[in-house]
């Protein structure tokens, strides 16, 4: 597309630890195509839900020490689809930046707010009624979107305005971050490729 970031607006990273081995790529301007295996089946489960409804293609493959818990493979997973984001996205030019989301599922209704502004920061407002949704802890999802937004280097800022059933509140969030992430990485079509900051330069 023509004056957006460098162009083509897709990345490929690969991240290996003693912990895990993950690789993911992310292109920015798909159709809703992923590819996901983690081995946590929500993580999954989320993951798809959130390419869909941002209209990006993504892959993610991921290994880590699941014997142990879930928390390092969710959290290095974050790493990795931030750091995609963020490569991605190259020098910012002709981005929307903002992007927000109010999103119902059932009875919960999240609020996903967005801001590819180089600062990274996440505020995360999301109160779960119980521990788990099915084998996953449900602390687990701010792991998440801190790891992913401060390695985007993107403000997120995430507030449950309604909801009781554990999986609907998770669902409703990854939908929210999906729909204000499409909303904030589109092309403005009046921004004439410039950077959408009066500094002229969006830092990450």
């Known amino acids: 597309m023509e004056g957006l970031t460098t162009p083509p607006r897709r990345a490929e990273i690969t991240r290996e630890t003693a912990e895990t081995a993950i690789r993911a790529t992310l292109d920015l301007d798909g159709s809703g195509r992923s590819e ?26 991921a290994r880590g020490d699941l014997h142990i818990d879930f928390h390092h493979t969710t959290e290095d997973v974050g ?34 707010a967005v801001d590819i502004s180089g600062r990274p920061f996440l505020a995360w407002s999301v109160p779960f009624a119980r521990d788990k949704v099915g084998e996953m802890d449900t602390e687990l ?14 403000t997120l800022h995430m507030t449950l305005k309604a909801g009781t059933n554990a999986h609907h509140v998770a669902e409703a969030c990854f939908k929210a971050a999906a729909r204000a992430l499409r909303q904030a990485t589109e092309p403005d079509p009046r921004a004439a490729g410039a950077v959408p900051s009066t500094k002229g330069v969006l830092e990450a």
């Open 36 to 61: 996901v295996a983690t081995g946590i089946g929500f993580l999954d489960h989320m993951l798809t839900a959130l390419a869909r409804h941002a209209m990006f293609d993504m892959v993610v493959e």
């Open 141 to 154: 999802f701010e792991e998440f979107f801190r790891a992913f937004a401060f390695n985007a280097g993107i």
């Open 79 to 112: 790493i990795v689809l931030g750091q995609c984001l963020r490569k991605a996205l190259g020098d910012k030019r002709g981005i929307r930046r903002y992007g927000q989301s109010l999103l119902p599922m059932d009875e919960a209704l999240a609020e996903c």
